[in-house]
């Protein structure tokens, strides 16, 4: 830690860990300075916090000067969910929003006058997660995605990846979101769920992480439909891409060079194999076409292999999305909540032409049991932000199937 201290207002710089945090410490010279309340924030309390966990912050340095505080108060207003003690001008609360670095001037009040201090306070997602919008069609709140496809480590950092990054998680196999490695394989859908659902205990929160529901995967996929800069031009037609799925190289690729398989052995070579796409909070997210299959929460248990939920008739075949949302369920508003707020891109002209994918029946009737989505390296034109497969057992492992977890706070 590197303190800089410049007599001028005394500003104070803090260099700790990976971030730079700053306090500005000002007082009111109007005011007897002997008398109102001196107040200082440092970044040693943490001046980053994550949306949906407890924060708590007390001042480095407060003194009210035997006069108890009138008020204290902040400009501009903290985060929903923040609030400021009107005894010490601590913060404390769990932030119900995320929020940008920013700057509030806390400033506090006794009989004497008032005095001011800054702190720079950050609400994000958790580490390797970014935020996807709230969907109201879709009926999702805001809540934070895996940046990557998820990879094993040992560790929440991502500092150490498992030996073997594939199979059920244990107490060894963490699911982290970074960009090095191959995806986390081999891992059947109940397992994906119990490595996301781990994620709970390491951040000391309950029900918080878990695999991305279909639901999520949706209103990620259409928020991807919406940025206009996803799609290109292609001669007159629109067009999105559909990540790594040329099957060239055979195998997933790591996510550490935009738009570059690296670690595999070629490079992507035109729009339709680029790899990431942004969503409307400006963050960048990887793979969510092609590379990896990956689960969603769309697993039924009882009984098996028959869905609940979700489409009743899709016989084995591989389909334009709406052509095969009209043969799995011809009554588009059943079950749940219509087929095509399931399944489909909210312009249903759209097709695998234009890089959203397909859909793959079951050779079960009322598919096989559980869902997953995006496609993968080999897929071609069947991957694609949209893809859905139902012909797989959740019990299946394989070499090209992973799983992304979610973070709803
Ligand atoms: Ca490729
Ligand atoms: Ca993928």
Redesign the pocket.
Known sequence: MKLFFLLSGLMIWLCACEELHYVTVTYNTSENNSSVPTLSYSSSTGNSGIVGIVMNIAPSTFDDKQSHLINCSSSPALPLGLSLSSSDCSITGTPAVISGPTTYTITATNAAGSSSASINLTTSCPNGFISVDADPLLGVGTFCIMKY?ARCATSLDGASPCLLSEGAPDDFKIAVAIPEGRPWSRIEAQDAVLACQNLNALYNVSNKFDLISNTEWMATARNIELENSNWTDDGGVLKLNR?HSDNSPNTSCDSTLPNVETNCSTAGSDFSQKRTHTLSSNEVIW????????WTDWIVETPLNVFTVGPQNCPLALREIQAKITECDPDLGAPFPSVSEIASPLDVTLNSSRGVGRIFGSDTPGGKGAAHR?GDYRDTVISGIYMLSLNVLQTTKASNLGFRCVYRP
Not at 287 to 294: I, T
């Open positions: 496809e990540g793979d969510f076409a092609g590379n990896m299959h990956e995006g």
